[in-house]
């Protein structure tokens, strides 16, 4: 995996709906902001995966618009004025019924696959 | 919900506020950004860059983020406004359910206001702006030729001489034709039957800008070589009816008077001419041929209907006055034939709607005048019910409710209302037209008109209805946004005199409103059913009840010699009498209210230069008799009066009155032209009758007096015969039509029909009439009186406690009940005044529609005013009855 196909990676790039997910797992445990989402989808895929800053904000706008995430403005670790973002029970819902459509889905791609090879 | 309810409405704006988030919040990436490049070991002056470049371009960015908060925001104020009106209209059906009374008598008055004029106004629409079946009908004109005195025209036909002038003088008038509407026998091979036929001269179909959907129109030489081409055209509905729609009937012959003509072509489906329903037309150079009668030569007949465009460059003005300019040179040029002649333009539209025009806008007037009195009784009632509810209003504002919020319910509950309303106005509609429209009489609308409910007239009705109601049901609410809810809490809700003072007043007006309203429509409908009941009273001079009539027309093929018309008339009469049930025929060349007597002059033999007018009538000996009409000297016709007996005739006592003041006229000799040797000795004077318009004077200018002469004395080939009969006229029909087939079989028989029609169609437009402004002034009445009911009830309930503490301190229960009645009768009062004031001065439009009734009638202002307080009384019973029984203790603890 060379770096520059991990930069390409994006919620639109990426099977639809994918960006969400990992959004919604991010902010699953405390609230957010767009930055600490951004680098933790990276920290957390080891590097691997890295998303488009200009496509992250939309999205969070996005997904609070369906009531998926919650803000919430308040002070960063450095007291800098930020909005937080936070799944929703709504969104937690979301997350575990796509989450199993996923691993379904990569779990079919991966017997494909392998069994071609 | 902070936003007003009609932001709605609008697209969502997005704050300032949250722009400035938006940009904060990139701003944040991008810093922390950068402290990470910096900690990753990039240079600081940089790592800022670098942070941008990898975010790319943060205005797009901002610019997604900005459009999504907007979306988002209309998205929400939707949502809000749908649950808004969900919950309002919950709540305004659940306010109706506890108001029945008020929901029923609102919607009523809606329904009723909106149906009635929505069907009235369909029909005045239908009238007045329906296409007429002609290609760009509104430059099509009538040119009239009129007889002008004294500015006062009256409108005759044209001649051939003078039509062809007015043709080639002028230049404003394009494609100007001369039509010629008579009735001919079709024959041959099938029924006898008369059909209207149009003789018309070249340019007509021009004119008409209609183009045969089968052969040709007529030819140049067809026009102009007199008597040399039996052809004709045919319409749609005959080419159906006689040859089933067969294309071969070009080349074929119809029998038209029992001469062959060969169709050449079939009009286009709904062109019926100028009559409307013409069937055949040929050229006039087969009027003699067609007639047998040769009077397109002479300048004085004038028997045509001219028709033309007016050129678009110049308009109907600049044509007015070139023929003015025409009529004055042809005046200079014979000055006989001329005199006092012109000839004035008629649009086709107000040729067809004649007077009935008038009378459309009339009780369009009476619709608005419904409308605005149903406008007052919605917006009067949802006054009353608003101050009912200041309370829950006052509870509703102290609990939070914004002042949007509370007017958006009383709108919807105002919209939920018309919206049953106008549900209960389109059915009272749909079914008031499809009662309304088979009684409209024929005549009173074009026959090319079909009244049929029109979108328009009910948005037009809704419209007006609703924006009172939008207007009314706001008034409330904007009080409320205004008002102190504190004091009216403290209040109880009761509402201040001052605050609810105007409000009250406002109601007094809208009943005062509506009253004069209601009195303007009942004296209109008063003065329609006085005149009409006039028109019912007169004395026709004969007895039609038990006759039936029909006519025939003797063609001269088959009929040529006077003897052999009198042969065909006598075995006819002896015939016709033999039916069972016939006990006296008569023959004439016309009937009462048939139409068809001919003018002409008559003179005096000691005035020779003095021309009398008059109408001509050819009569049998039985004629008097058969149709009830008495002889007041001398004698009427008798056996001895033949064709070789002195000729004689019979004048009328409205002829005496006009040209004999001086003495008898029996004995006396005229003369039917100045230098004829023949004298006509008058026998008899029979009563006035009236044969033609029942309601104009017999002594008035335009209307000549009648003359009578035998039928032995005279030959006609017209046939009028009447048939007084023991039973109903219409069931004599089929045997009379049985006799004239026995007689010849090819000769068709046209309006068989009772006498009884022609003057039943003479008093239908007043009938109708007087009907529609009975309906429409009773509904006024009705609302009028619901109107008033409501505003004396409100005050009732408004002063119950004042009522009560006038009870207590030793008021008797009648004396208040009688405050409450006067109070009624001082608002019918001040509205019977305004009303009257209305109704002299706009009465005078139904002038032209009164016969021997004045606008000013004050028998009919009178019963008014009298029916009206009547109604006042009524609305103030049941008020004043409550006010009566109010227990004084109850009415002073309650509340």
Not at chain 1, 80 to 105: I, N, P
Not at chain 2, 394 to 401: D, M, S, T, Y
Not at chain 2, 407 to 420: D, F, I, N, P, Y
Request: aromatic share 6%; glycine share 10%; proline share 4%.
């Amino acid at each position: 995996m060379t770096r520059s196909l991990r930069g390409r990676m994006s919620g639109s790039n990426l099977f639809t709906g994918t960006l969400d997910l990992l959004i919604l797992r991010t902010t699953e445990a405390t609230p957010l902001h767009g930055y600490a989402i951004g680098k933790a989808i990276r920290e957390l895929s080891e590097g691997v995966l890295s998303v488009e800053e200009g496509a992250l904000y939309p999205a969070l706008h996005r997904l609070e618009g369906k009531g998926l995430l919650e803000s919430e403005w308040g002070k960063t670790d450095t007291g800098r004025r930020a909005k937080f973002y936070r799944v929703t029970q709504l969104g937690r819902s979301h997350l575990e019924s796509e989450s199993a459509r996923w691993a379904e889905h990569s779990r079919a791609v991966a017997a494909v696959l392998s069994g071609g090879s | 919900m902070k936003r007003p309810f009609y932001r709605a409405f609008r697209p969502g704006q997005i704050r300032s506020d949250e722009s400035a988030d938006i940009r904060d919040e990139i701003e944040l990436y991008l810093e922390l950004r950068t402290e990470e490049l910096i900690t990753e070991g990039m240079d600081p002056a940089q790592a800022r860059q670098a942070a941008e470049e990898r975010f790319g371009d943060t205005r797009r960015v901002e610019a997604t983020l900005r459009g999504q908060a907007r979306r988002r925001r209309t998205r929400e104020g939707m949502m809000a406004t749908l649950a808004g009106v969900r919950q309002d209209l919950g709540y305004a059906f659940r306010t109706m359910r506890r108001s029945p009374g008020f929901t029923f008598v609102a919607v009523l008055t809606l329904g009723l206001a909106l149906g009635g004029n929505t069907a009235i106004f369909s029909v005045v629409d239908a009238a007045l702006l329906q296409a007429m079946p002609f290609e760009d009908a509104d430059q099509l004109v009538f040119v009239n030729g009129t007889h002008r005195v004294d500015g006062q025209s009256s409108i005759r036909g044209a001649s051939f001489p003078e039509f062809r002038d007015w043709k080639e003088r002028t230049r404003s008038l394009t494609s100007m034709a001369a039509v010629s509407n008579i009735s001919a026998a079709l024959t041959g091979g099938f029924d006898a039957e008369r059909v209207p036929v149009e003789v018309v001269t070249e340019d007509y179909f021009e004119a008409m800008m209609v183009t045969p959907t089968l052969g040709r129109t007529f030819r140049a030489e067809e026009h102009s070589e007199p008597g040399a081409h039996t052809v004709a055209l045919i319409s749609a509905g005959l080419w159906e009816r006689r040859f089933g729609g067969d294309p071969s009937v070009l080349g074929q012959d119809v029998l038209l008077n029992d001469r062959p003509f060969q169709v050449v072509g079939v009009l286009p489906a709904g062109f019926g001419g100028t009559a409307l329903n013409s069937e055949v037309w040929v050229s006039e150079a087969m009027f003699e041929t067609l007639t047998g009668f040769a009077p397109l030569e002479q300048r004085g007949s004038r028997f045509l209907s001219v028709i033309a465009r007016v050129d678009q460059a110049m308009g109907p003005d600049e044509a007015q006055g070139e023929l003015e300019g025409v009529a004055l040179a042809l005046q200079g040029e014979f000055p006989e034939a001329h005199l006092d002649r012109f000839a004035e333009l008629q649009g086709f539209r107000e040729a067809y709607l004649d007077t009935t025009g008038q009378l459309l806008w009339i009780l369009m007037g009476a619709g608005v005048l419904l409308l605005l009195i149903a406008s007052a009784n919605v917006a009067n009632l949802l006054l009353v019910r608003a101050h009912g509810r200041t309370r829950e209003i006052v509870l509703r504002r102290a609990l939070g409710a914004e002042s949007s919020r509370v007017a958006s319910q009383l709108l919807t509950e105002s919209g939920a209302l018309a919206v049953m309303g106008g549900v209960l106005g389109l059915g009272i509609a749909v079914l008031g037209l499809r009662v309304l429209g088979p009684m409209i009489p024929q005549g009173v609308l074009p026959g090319y008109v079909e009244p049929s409910l029109g979108a328009a007239p009910f948005l037009v009705s809704m419209l007006v209805l609703g924006i009172v109601g939008v207007v009314t049901g706001l008034l409330p609410a904007l009080s409320s946004a205004r008002m102190n809810i504190a004091a009216r809490m403290r209040e109880g809700g009761r509402g201040a005199v001052g605050g609810m003072g105007g409000r009250f007043r406002a109601q007094h007006l809208f009943v005062v409103a509506q009253v004069g309203l209601a009195l303007v429509l009942l004296v209109g409908a008063g003065l329609l059913t006085r005149s009409f009941q006039a028109q019912l009273a007169i004395d026709a001079g004969t007895e039609f009840d038990q006759v039936m009539a029909m006519g025939l027309q003797l063609p001269e093929s088959r009929y040529p010699a006077r003897e052999d018309v009198g042969v065909f008339i006598d075995e006819l009469d002896r015939r016709l009498s033999e039916i069972p049930g016939v006990a006296q025929v008569s023959i004439a060349t016309d009937l009462p209210f048939r139409g068809g007597s001919s003018g002409a002059y008559i003179f005096r033999a000691d005035a020779p230069d003095d021309r009398i007018r008059f109408h001509q009538h050819v009569v049998d000996v039985d004629y008097f008799e058969t149709l009830g009409v008495s002889l007041v000297e001398g004698r009427t016709f008798t056996r001895t009066d033949g064709a070789d007996a002195p000729v004689v005739g019979v004048v009328t006592e409205a002829m005496v009155r006009r040209e004999f003041p001086n003495g008898s006229p029996v004995g006396q000799t005229m003369y039917l032209r100045p230098s004829s040797q023949r004298p006509v000795l008058i026998v008899g004077v029979v009563e006035d009758l009236r044969l033609r318009n029942l309601t104009t004077s017999l002594m008035a200018e335009g209307n000549s007096p009648d003359v009578f002469f035998p039928l032995a004395q005279r030959g006609t080939r017209g046939l009028e015969v009447a048939a007084r009969v023991v039973g109903d006229p219409v069931t004599f029909g089929p045997a009379m039509r049985a006799v004239v087939a026995e007689l010849d079989a090819d000769m068709p028989v046209s309006d068989l029909a009772p006498l009884t029609d022609g003057y039943r169609a003479q008093t239908a437009t007043p009938r109708f009439a007087a009907f529609l402004m009975g309906i429409f002034s009773a509904l006024a009445a009705v609302l009028a009186c619901v109107g008033m009911y409501g505003v004396l009830a409100f005050a009732v309930g408004q002063r119950s406690q004042e009522i009560a503490i006038r009870r207590a301190i030793g008021a008797s229960a009648p004396s208040v009940a009688r405050s409450v009645v006067y109070d009624g009768l001082r608002l019918a009062v001040s509205g019977l005044a305004v009303g009257t004031i209305v109704a002299l001065v706009g009465s005078p439009v139904l002038e032209s529609y009164l016969f021997q009734v004045e606008s000013t009638d004050p028998t009919t202002f009178l019963t008014v005013g009298a029916v009206m307080i009547v109604v006042a009384l009524s609305a103030a019973l049941a008020p004043a009855l409550r006010a009566m029984r109010r227990d004084p203790a109850e009415a002073l603890y309650s509340d």
